[in-house]
């Protein structure tokens, strides 16, 4: 089973297939970086086109149950998040209306301070605030995980605290391995995946040791040692694949609407775009290879099983219903 | 099994404890007239509150199966409906969301015209729009119910020609017993009921013969006179309870947004308000009088029982759920 915790592609027929050809049978992909709530639900209302054109290829997610059914059709079940809270706007009951809608996954906050926490870019961290605490009740409540792969460390130790149910780092690497702004300290790793979470490995260069040039080798041997560090239960792949995408969109992702100023996020004004993907992963036909490396760095057939989706399926499976009262 | 076509009460507890007493199954509620899509969410979300706050007494329903479940755990299933396409404003991606957000019926209009249909209030009767053929092969696609109670005659009976899935008519009354223009004429009730639709017969005054004043036997009458001619397969009751409104909300029914004028509707400028409900039903524990009415005029127990909820039960079942490709 192959299930990649996040995406953002500019979709296509071309990448669907691709996703077939990879034999990928869930991804969760963003659908909002600022959006409104309106503008989210545009977000959907396109996700429903393309289930309705291309379902042969495709189907949506929104129980682990999909996975299976989405695998029995030869088709890749898409399960649906946001990168910032703003699809819920200054409103706790949008929470459950965007879960009914689909919504599975959460992030308390982008690189700023959001109505519920701080992100990973503010100078201060003033961890989950009045309202992110209630907002955190209610996600556990119906079942939108908790995603804080752009939060502050403070904000993220406290949310995996707070939190009743276990909460996800979606996309992101050991700062130990590569000291990336964006990248979790041990203590962060260790608060998620003590409460039950879920980290998903990142191939986004700029979280990667050598960025572009990182080879598969060392990708492998920093998962390796993250599953002997934190328990390989908790460890699944997120991608961060951006395919396709122009530019202008990680300026969106950047700088939304909150700043008349540029500003380059992981970049630089010298290369203010999309990074070049490694050698070894370019698309969705690529996660045979990354099976392949964690098998040479010495990982068993059950572990790499467990990290290539197995984990990521019980997560869904636990996660993403309302809880029991 | 007794289960209730058209509802617009003034939800409460006291309301939710009645419908138990009545041993109402289902009812379909109203919860927009006017509003625009984001304060449809808002009405949404406020069910959602009473869901979660009143489990004990109802729940949400989606489909005819959440019926049984509601029957086997003594509580009342509540179905989403709309009286005006207003929620999905001009966007027909919003159709699928909002059946995703529980819709199950909507109307093509109110009074008025609208970007799909004609209004029984208009002068002029265009029948449905090129906007209006596209949203009901989307409805019927979805499992939207195209309902026509406040649409005109020409509108309606177009609507039952081009919906490919039967329609409603959920609270309204043959116009040869009372002469309302509300009220539908027989062309209009046999397109409707030839195409394997449902009607569901209005206890609101201003749709009854001799209004408040009506007896519980002139209206048992002619749902027998109704079963005889149209088939008693197709009717059901819509009671179009509006308990405990105020006088204020029946103004934002018929005027919404759209006059600056008064418009006083089926009232008049010498009783604008609601009117009196007849004396034998005033509330939801009056279903039971309603059987032994229907029993009194000579109707059997199984035709009493399909009136009652039996034709509902099956019309939910069959137009509920995405259209078979």
Not at 95 to 122: D, K, P, V, W
Request: aromatic share 10%.
């Amino acid at each position: 089973m192959r299930i990649d915790g996040l995406q953002y592609a500019n979709w296509s027929e071309k990448i669907f297939r691709q996703l077939r050809e990879g034999r990928v049978d869930a991804v969760h992909v963003t659908i909002a970086y600022h959006e409104t709530f309106r503008e989210t639900v545009l977000n959907f209302e396109q996700w429903n086109r393309w289930f309705e054109t291309y379902g042969d290829l495709i189907m949506k997610g929104t129980s682990a149950r999909d996975i299976d059914v989405a695998r029995d059709t030869n088709r890749t079940a898409i399960f649906f998040g946001f990168q910032n809270p703003s699809p819920m706007e200054d409103d706790i009951g949008l929470i459950e209306i965007l879960h009914t809608l689909g919504a599975r996954f959460m992030q308390l906050t982008y690189n700023n301070q959001s109505l519920l926490a701080s992100g990973c870019y503010e100078a201060e961290d003033t961890g989950i605030t009045r309202m992110g605490k209630q907002v955190i009740k209610e996600m556990n409540r119906v079942g939108l995980v908790v995603d804080m792969s752009h939060s502050a460390d403070r904000s993220t130790i406290e949310a995996a605290d707070v939190s009743e149910r276990p909460i996800a780092i979606t996309h992101a690497n050991p700062f130990e391995w590569s000291p990336a702004l964006r990248n979790k300290k041990d203590d962060v790793l260790r608060a998620v995946t003590q409460n039950g979470g879920m980290i998903g490995f990142s191939l986004y260069p700029h979280h990667l040791k050598d960025k572009s040039a990182c080879t598969l080798q060392s990708f492998c041997e920093m998962v390796a040692r993250a599953a002997d560090t934190y328990g390989v239960t908790h460890l699944g792949i997120g991608s961060d694949l951006c395919q396709d995408q122009p530019d202008s969109v990680v300026e969106w992702m950047r700088t939304g609407r909150w700043s008349k100023e540029i500003d380059f996020g992981e970049g630089s004004a010298a290369s203010p775009g999309f990074p070049e993907m490694p050698s070894w992963f370019q698309d969705n036909r690529d996660f045979g290879t990354i099976e392949a490396g964690l098998r040479d760095v010495g990982m068993n057939a059950d572990e790499v099983a467990a990290i290539m989706g197995g984990n990521w399926y019980r997560f869904f499976d636990e996660n993403f219903g309302a809880s029991v009262p």
